[in-house]
């Protein structure tokens, strides 16, 4: 991977560098002291420099990257009023649909397949002017949580090379984290916006369920599926989303509601903010102690801040691994057994020795066994037993109706309040390869951000500071459905008031 020729910038880094916000980009872009062809050149320069140490971005094009750029600044030439994101570069998370290249999902039964369409939220990014960067890396169909499950191999966290950064939108925010991106798209089946934000000390948002549409989405799970954003700042996730949610009818779940202008809204401050605090969430017992420490003083922040301070317990939160590890499954089982080598992506001849199978029963098997990774079919299999005859009722029944209980917990308790807040994770990033051969352990990883997707609202990780060896933690704020308004306000509201300054690991500072 390599740019096909040199990039130049002719600012000096003081001046201008991949640290600043997507805000601070356009601002510089409207008053002419910036063209975006240069800032196009100047992240894929970032990109050849620096992507190898953490391989977070997949698959790159620049020429026409800079040929879009190009037209951005032909048509600010000419007085034209443009969008909200024009000549903004953004990365996207390689498990949505893109014409140009290929869409793989990190997965061997994928390697090659080539979209004939844009997924919507590709589109609503292209009219919106956005400079698409190239594709990110993820765990294979986005089931992990540390983007070790890649056909492209491990990503890498920023801050510390020997370190996961997440799962499984890993590769969008390791790519905003180092600065080779100043935003990027990902999706979120149980926390795969979040915990990658924490982990590498960025901003990230799950909208609600159908805030955004899912066409083009590759599916995992289809009720608990949800594509989001990264950033440097809760700002910039503001103008990002506003340019991404909205209807489309070719999503059945895509919800019909008007779009806030979030960028503008969150300007305002929150008045008699309420902020619930998980009580079950902050006394577990596997809470890492420095994020404990962490949590505790934004909570103080927010109370010196006049916020209302309330306790609220999820009593059904216990709950939400297992219900999770069922559902996930189940609809994994179901949208992956469309992948059987007979209609597009890779197929595995039948085995010649096989005598107690059909040619094409023989060809299926193989198909899936080698083009799906060890944890795809871990989960394929879970989902298959628990819905099979026999079992439906006692598992995959049963779960719905828990998730049902873990939404009226949350509808009681924005009754009370108007966010809640806790840890994202339940603790810094961990080393790669320390999980891997454990997957309950790895699992258990995603124990505060499942219920967001079980209940179907939007939910935030924002940064709040570092362990004493220099690693991200990451705080959470939900809110209830369809309330992103206040969930960023929230959020936006917090960086302000602490004098909050984007971070860049000292290894990716330089240009």
Same mark, same amino acid.
């Given at each position: ?20 916000? %997507? ?111 190239? /594709? ?80 083009? %989405? ?52 929150? /008045? ?30 927010? /109370? ?103 939404? /009226? ?103």
């Amino acid at each position: 991977m390599g740019l096909s020729r040199a990039a130049t910038f002719p600012y000096s880094l003081n001046m201008f560098d991949s640290r600043l916000s %997507l805000q601070t980009l356009r601002e510089s872009i409207a008053n002419r002291s910036i063209s975006c062809r240069e800032i196009a050149e100047f992240f894929w320069a970032r990109i050849e420099k620096h992507n190898a140490a953490i391989n977070a971005i997949v698959a790159i094009d620049p020429e026409i990257a800079i040929e879009s750029a190009k037209d951005i600044d032909r048509r600010l030439a000419n007085g034209e009023a443009l969008p909200a994101l024009a000549g903004l570069p953004i990365s996207i998370k390689d498990i949505l649909c893109t014409r140009q290249g290929t869409t793989t999902c990190g997965s061997k039964m994928l390697a090659k397949y080539q979209s004939p369409f844009d997924a919507h939220l590709v589109i609503r990014l292209y009219d919106s002017g956005a400079i698409v960067m190239g /594709k990110t890396n993820l765990d294979e169909f986005a089931m992990g949580g540390s983007t070790e499950n890649s056909i492209f191999g491990p990503s890498r966290n920023p801050w510390d090379n020997s370190r996961t950064c997440g799962g499984s939108s890993g590769g969008s925010a390791a790519a905003v984290a180092a600065g080779l991106s100043p935003a990027s798209i990902g999706t979120d089946t149980g926390g795969s916006i979040r915990q990658p934000a924490s982990f590498c000390g960025v901003c990230g948002i799950k909208p609600t369920y159908g805030r955004v549409s899912r066409y083009g %989405l590759i599916a995992y799970g289809s009720s608990l599926d949800v594509a989001g954003a990264f950033a440097h700042t809760v700002e910039d996730l503001a103008l990002v989303l506003t340019s991404i949610a909205g209807h489309d009818p070719r999503d059945s779940t895509c919800l019909p509601d008007p779009v806030p202008n979030y960028a503008e809204e969150i300007r305002q401050a929150p /008045k008699n903010l309420r902020i619930g605090v998980v009580r079950e969430h902050l006394e577990d017992n596997g809470l890492d102690n420095e994020l404990r420490e962490a949590l505790h003083a934004s909570i103080e922040t927010y /109370k010196r801040l006049g916020a209302s301070i309330v306790d609220i317990s999820l009593p059904h939160s216990k709950y939400c691994i297992p219900t999770y590890y069922i559902i996930a499954p189940c609809e994994a089982s179901s949208n992956l057994s469309r992948y059987d080598g007979a209609h597009y992506g890779f197929r595995a001849e039948p085995d010649p020795k096989t005598t107690s199978a059909s040619p094409l029963e023989s060809m299926y098997e193989n198909t899936r066994s080698q083009g799906f990774g060890a944890e795809v079919r871990r989960r394929i299999l879970l989902g298959t037993y628990a819905l099979s005859a026999g079992y439906y009722d006692a598992y995959y029944l049963k779960a719905l109706k828990v998730r049902r209980l873990i939404r /009226k917990d949350y509808d009681a308790a924005f009754e009370k309040v108007d966010v809640l807040l806790g840890p994202t994770t339940p603790r810094p990033a961990f080393r790669l390869g320390e999980k891997i051969n454990d997957p309950v352990q790895l699992y258990l990883e995603d124990l505060f951000t499942v219920g967001a997707n079980l209940a179907g609202i939007p939910a935030l990780s924002i940064p709040i500071g570092q362990t004493r060896s220099g690693l991200p933690l990451g705080m959470q704020l939900q809110a209830p459905p369809l309330r992103e308004s206040t969930l960023l306000a929230a959020g936006h509201w917090y960086q302000q008031q602490t004098g909050y300054v984007p971070s860049i690991p000292p290894a990716f500072a330089a240009s």
